[in-house]
């Protein structure tokens, strides 16, 4: 660094933030064309959300975009909101929000550094190439000030990479360890290559599943790109629409966000769908990484039997082998998964809290909690599909 003043500004929408300028942060590697590494911290999809009222008013996710700019360039910047409850983050602090309550404090609103809705792991605060450090820490510092100067108690970074935590913890913020499940791709020419991999008994029941889910008296099809329509929306938001109400009460994402996807993601989007005389029964909305496929959103009109194991979890198998990727994440929780050859993996977060009594607090919770959790994906490793050999190798 040579001394040039950072200017921190925080957006309150995306109305001042150049697209090329934020994804130059967000996703270099794509400059030259490809996929972005996710494209959940992408200003397409951001702005998605924002454009869908998916955040803003009304949602309890108003943005904050938080930019660092050094010589009049942006140098780094983060999906900063204000949040007035703990709804669709999927790294849980309802206890701490009670227990700081009930001591008199005032939990909400915080700031919370995310990709809305989505429990993928990704980069939280985005620099430009070669300003990694510098960046972090401009981004860090300047969502701290801003909490500082509206008595706010805490900021979160969510599902951020093991290198930020890392670093974070470096600076003095707290690091918390979950785990969620993943798949990996061993260079499989096949589907039955990864099969090959799984003890005898794991490999039958798979079989047995996706024989009985293709046969459910239709077609499956997986699109993406053009390959996607209008039409196919309609089907989805009914999916989108039934399960959301069963898991959280009522959807997070607007109707209009799948529009809008429709028209600036397409080519970031797989869909797998269940077809019955070419109407859609079922269906699993994933998102394309540069190495990894994000599973999403799950949704069916009609319960067929196993359709949900392969639409979710066989179909991305077969997708990423078959594109080369390295990676499906399947998304939270689910220890269904793991017979699926979907194996327990960390993730990670950073929190910063200005009272100290409660920060002392949260620290030793977390210090526990990372204990437990390394103990349980041991165990759950343990109790996998993959051959002895295998798990071994994986440990």
């Not at 194991?309 to 082998?321: G, R, S, V």
């Not at 078959?322 to 399947?330: N, Q, R």
């Not at 929780?333 to 809290?353: C, D, F, M, N």
């Amino acid at each position: 660094m040579d001394g040039s003043e950072i200017e921190i500004t925080a957006h309150p929408s995306f109305s001042d933030v150049v697209a090329e300028d934020w994804d130059a942060c967000a996703s270099p590697e794509a400059a030259a064309g490809g996929a972005p590494n996710d494209p959940f911290t992408t200003h397409r999809f951001l702005k998605a959300l924002e454009d869908s009222g998916s955040v803003g008013p009304g949602t309890g996710w108003q943005p904050r975009y938080l930019t660092a700019r050094m010589d009049g360039e942006m140098m780094a910047a983060a999906p900063l909101y204000a949040k007035s409850h703990s709804q669709g983050e999927y790294i849980f602090d309802h206890n701490w929000a009670h227990a700081y309550e009930n001591a008199g404090g005032r939990y909400y609103p915080k700031l919370q550094i995310a990709a809305p809705f989505t429990p993928a792991t990704g980069r939280r605060f985005l620099t430009r190439p070669g300003y990694d450090a510098e960046g972090m820490a401009a981004l860090v510092q300047g969502a701290v000030q801003i909490a500082a100067e509206n008595q706010i108690a805490t900021v979160h970074a969510t599902f951020c990479t093991e290198a930020e935590a890392l670093a974070g913890a470096e600076m003095g913020l707290l690091h918390r360890v979950m785990q969620q499940y993943h798949w990996e791709n061993r260079d499989y020419a096949d589907f039955d290559g990864f099969l090959a991999d799984l003890s005898s008994r794991k490999r039958k029941n798979i079989r047995k599943e996706r024989a009985t889910a293709q046969g459910f008296g239709g077609e499956i099809v997986s699109l993406t790109g053009d390959a996607i329509e209008p039409w196919h929306w309609d089907y989805f938001w009914r999916f989108y629409q039934d399960t959301g109400a069963r898991k959280w009460g009522q959807p997070y994402l607007t109707r209009q966000f799948f529009d809008i996807a429709q028209q600036t993601m397409r080519d970031d989007i797989l869909l797998c769908l269940a077809l019955q005389d070419g109407r859609p029964v079922a269906g699993a909305l994933n998102f394309i990484g540069r190495e990894r496929l994000f599973g999403r959103y799950w949704g069916c009109t009609e319960h067929h039997p196993c359709l949900h194991f392969e639409l979710c979890y066989y179909q991305a198998i077969d997708w990423a082998i078959a594109h080369g990727l390295k990676t499906v994440e399947a998304g939270a929780q689910g220890e269904h998964k793991l017979a699926r050859g979907y194996l327990p993996v960390t993730t990670h977060s950073l929190h910063w809290i200005g009272d100290p009594g409660f920060r002392d607090a949260v620290a030793r919770y977390l210090e526990a909690e990372r204990a437990a959790v390394g103990e349980e994906i041991e165990i759950l490793t343990g109790y996998g599909p993959f051959k002895r050999a295998n798990v071994e190798e994986q440990q």
